[in-house]
Every structure is written in structure tokens, then in C-alpha cells.
């Protein structure tokens, strides 16, 4: 589908999508989620929407960070892959891999993993877990066949609901990595050509059972390209399909380093974060902002989905979790139980 011109698209009809899409946030919720937005300076709301841990994790970080507002006590995002564990962070449980666990059929079983993970996550001082990986198996050969739940759609829906509600009952899950990446070799450059009714049937069903269903906060963007956009600027998948049709009211993050192309493809069709670096926002997106190429409401409306989910998953507020929770007795059992299930 080809990009149109922001002129096409209405403001009101896109920031709709992110106020007004789920009746279970609360007024009072939406109106301190206004009152913090509204306090942002420019520069403010578009470092939120970069990343700013260089391209590999400095020296003693185990997670990946996105600034919040320090003088509004709005809080940082703190990341960390991934799907079978926390990878940099010392201790930390080691899961069977995706594929594993989701040969036992028992979606109650990946719920406590998830749960485990997230738990473990905001004990590691961190808030959002780039997990599940959600693509769909084509080929055995695929490079990363293990870190998926398989071939079967519906499989793939239930073993990702039951990740995404354990892992928030701390903190933010990350489905990805939306969409149609299924291959590994050529991720960065391929573009996948298929028509809408295999692209909802096949390929994004799983993705929206995890945005309904799990209610999931975030969701990843991927490196191909579908129909001659890239994922990560893909008007269609973002803008009409996940936050329109869908009504989806979390925020979009890219995958890292080569998920973004362009600023204004980005900006205009819907991600509202860059990860790990800015290499298209950050100043380039502040400079297309005040250039006025980037409507602002627009970039109130990529920060006002960031601020809700951290005020409504109590980012704001101590987790009450400390390091005992990390590779403890009871997520080693989980595990076990998955690796003896599966």
C-alpha cells in the first residue's frame, strides 16, 4: 500500500484510536494521562519516543532504556529480550525455548512462565519484556523456528494470550514481530507480497488475539517489508489495521537498529518509539516537528500511549519485587514444569 500524505488523515480519527479505544481505562486515568502531556516540552515528548542506549548495551547495563520525564516523575522504560529468559540479566531463569513449550498445549503452563519472566523483569529493576515472538513457522529451516510457539494459528493465539497476561500482571509484554517475518537471511531487505485475506487469516491473527484478548501494551514492529512498506512504516498495518481496526491503545516500538527507514514514514504511519538508538527521531524527528513536515499532535498522541500504559501498569510506583525473585525456587519448578509438559 502506498504511503499517503499526512494531509489525508485526519488527527482527530488517529488520536481517537488512542483515548478513546478502551472502555476499561478509567476518565481520571485519561485526564492525568492529559495533564502530563500537556506539561511536556517538545524536546521532552520526542526523547520519549527514542531510544538512547547506543547500539549494544554499555558497559555494566542489562537493560535497554527510553527516557521518561524525571521532573514529572514519569518514568523511564527499561527492556530486556526475551522469549525463554533474561538473557543479560545475571541469575535469571532459563526457560525452555518458545517452540518447546508450546508442544505441551497447555496455555495455563506458558501463563506462569510469563508470569515468571515479568516478575523477574521488574525485579531486574527493568518494565517492559520484548517477548513473545509470535511469527508464524513456514519453513523448519527457519533460522529462529525455535523461538515461536509453531505453525498452527490457533496455537500461536493461545500460547501468546497466556504469555502476555502472565507477564503483565508486572509488567509490559511485547508481541513480535508484526508482521509477517518468517524468515531470517534476507529479514532486513525482504519484502513480502500477499493479499489481505492470507495477511488477517494467516498471519495477523495471532497479533490481534494478543492485543484483544492479552490486552498486550506494546507490540514490535518488524525488518521486512509487506506490499512495499516497510513494517516499521507501514501505514497499513499500523495505522489502519492495529490501531484502527483493532483499537489498539498501546504504542509501537521498532525492531533495533534497521527497524526504521525514514522519519517522516515512521512519524506519520504510527511508531511511536525507535529502538535502541535515534538514527531517524530524536533530532531529525524534532527538527521535521518544528519544520512542520510532523504535526505535534501526532507526537502527543505516540507519547500519551507511552504515559497511559506506564500510569496504568504502576510503572510509576515501586514493584515491591527485590532480587530474591530472580531464578528463584518457585520460577525454576515453572521451568520444569514447561520442559516436562512440552
Known amino acids: 500500500m502506498a504511503s499517503r500524505s499526512l494531509a489525508l488523515v485526519p488527527i482527530a480519527i488517529i488520536i481517537a484510536c488512542s483515548s478513546g479505544s478502551d472502555s476499561s481505562v478509567s476518565s481520571d486515568l485519561e485526564r492525568r494521562v492529559d495533564e502530563l502531556v500537556a506539561q511536556m516540552t517538545l524536546e521532552e515528548k520526542v526523547a520519549q519516543m527514542s531510544g538512547d542506549s547506543g547500539v549494544f548495551l554499555p558497559a555494566g547495563d542489562t537493560l535497554w532504556n527510553v527516557p521518561g520525564v524525571e521532573r514529572l516523575a514519569v518514568p523511564s522504560f527499561k527492556m530486556a529480550d526475551g522469549p525463554r529468559g533474561l538473557g543479560p540479566v545475571e541469575g535469571a531463569t532459563t526457560f525452555p525455548v518458545g517452540m518447546a513449550r508450546s508442544a505441551s498445549w497447555e496455555p495455563s503452563v506458558e501463563n506462569r512462565v510469563g508470569a515468571a519472566m515479568g516478575r523477574e523483569l521488574r525485579a531486574a529493576g527493568g518494565n517492559i519484556l520484548l517477548a513473545p515472538t509470535i511469527n ?63 495477511l488477517r487469516e494467516i498471519y495477523l491473527k495471532h497479533f490481534r488475539a494478543a492485543v484483544l484478548e492479552g490486552e498486550a501494551a506494546s507490540v514490535m ?38 527497524g526504521t527507514q525514514s522519519t517522516l514514514g515512521s ?8 529502538m535502541p538508538i535515534a538514527r531517524v527521531y530524536g533530532e531529525p524527528l524534532l527538527t521535521a516537528v518544528q519544520d512542520g513536515d510532523v504535526p505535534e499532535p501526532l507526537i502527543d498522541d505516540a507519547v500519551r500511549r507511552m504515559v497511559r500504559k506506564k500510569l496504568l501498569y504502576g510503572l510509576d ?26
Not at 514481530?177 to 519484502?191: C, G, L, M, P
Not at 512519524?267 to 525507535?274: F, T
Open 267 to 274: 512519524a506519520l504511519n504510527g511508531l511511536d518509539i525507535e
Open 317 to 342: 510506583q515501586p514493584s515491591g519485587l527485590d532480587e530474591s525473585v530472580i531464578g528463584n525456587d518457585e520460577h525454576l519448578a515453572v521451568a520444569r514444569e514447561a520442559a516436562v509438559e512440552g
Open 221 to 258: 514492529s518488524a525488518y521486512n517489508s509487506v506490499n512495499g512498506q516497510f513494517c516499521g512504516e507501514n501505514e497499513h498495518l499500523i495505522r489502519d489495521i492495529l490501531k484502527g481496526d483493532w483499537g489498539f491503545d498501546g504504542f509501537v516500538l521498532s525492531d533495533w537498529i534497521f
Open 136 to 198: 508464524i513457522l513456514r519453513h523448519p529451516s527457519w533460522g529462529r523456528s525455535q523461538e515461536t510457539y509453531g505453525e498452527d494459528v490457533h496455537l500461536l493465539s493461545r500460547m501468546g494470550v497466556a504469555f502476555v497476561q502472565g507477564v503483565q500482571e508486572n509488567a509490559l509484554a511485547n508481541p513480535k514481530h508484526y508482521a509477517a517475518n518468517s524468515i531470517e537471511d534476507t529479514r532486513f531487505e525482504v519484502d513480502v507480497t500477499i493479499d489481505e485475506r492470507t
